[in-house]
């Protein structure tokens, strides 16, 4: 079964700086990668998906992410935070047969922005 | 276009009380999700409907919880009776026609479940 590892719990990044979220997946086949943002009071919102071919995905709002096979890694990276960026992030692999679609989520990375 | 809408957004019971979350997906999803996000963790697919039907709902604890979807759009969620660990918030989403990855899943704001 797939699963998904964020190692850090709480991330603080000064406004401007630049910011990686990490994730490591556990998945057998070639898997579908997502990161979500969840704001407070908001539903979680896509930010970007890896299917297959480019490993460095764009995504909303600046975000970007880079699947690494060899190291069951897809990090999420801004190059300058913005105060508005202070969300709870949640990186999520998909899988199982065709035409089943399940998301497995990680239990998320709190990111806050200081001045 | 409108999103995801839940209610109600926050709800405080009783334990042993009943209790339902009403979920409107967007127009056109034939498929809906319910997730479970306990604090701190990321949510947990209970059930997954494709139009009226449950075709994944190997997580929900049907000894408590209950799902429908009439019609293939509107779903409720219940939970009776409520445990203290039913606490969290429930999520709603809903996804386009394919039912794979292709169709990217829409998340409502969720409902603040609250079990003293």
């Known amino acids: 079964a797939q699963s998904v590892t964020q190692p850090d719990i709480h991330i603080t990044v000064s406004e401007g700086a630049s910011l990686e979220l990490r994730c490591n997946y556990s998945?057998?086949?070639?898997?579908?990668l997502f990161w979500y943002v969840q704001s407070p009071g908001q539903g979680l919102q896509l930010l970007l998906k890896?299917?297959?071919?480019?490993?460095l995905v764009q995504g909303i709002k600046g975000f970007e992410a880079e699947f690494k096979r060899s190291q069951s890694s897809f990090n999420l990276r801004k190059p300058s935070v913005h105060w508005s960026d202070a969300a709870e992030y949640f990186c999520a692999v998909g899988g199982g047969n065709t035409g089943f679609q399940k998301l497995v989520f990680g239990t998320g990375t709190r990111l806050l922005v200081s001045p | 276009e409108a999103g995801v809408v839940q209610s109600p957004r926050y709800k405080i019971i009783e334990k042993k009380q009943p209790v339902a979350f009403w979920c409107n997906p967007i127009s056109g999803h034939n498929t809906l999700y319910w997730y479970l996000q306990n604090l701190g963790q990321g949510p947990e697919l209970l059930i997954r409907?494709?139009?009226?039907?449950?075709?994944?709902d190997s997580q929900l604890p049907k000894d408590r919880f209950s799902a429908e979807r009439l019609k293939g759009v509107d779903s409720t969620l219940k939970i009776q009776p409520a445990e203290l660990g039913d606490s969290a918030v429930y999520l709603c989403?809903?996804?386009?026609?394919?039912?794979?990855?292709?169709?990217?899943?829409?998340f409502g704001p969720g409902t603040r479940l609250t079990v003293l």
């Open positions: 890896y299917f297959s071919g480019d490993t």
């Open positions: 998945y057998g086949a070639t898997p579908y």
């Open positions: 989403a809903s996804s386009g026609t394919s039912g794979t990855f292709l169709d990217e899943q829409f």
């Open positions: 409907y494709e139009n009226e039907e449950a075709v994944d």
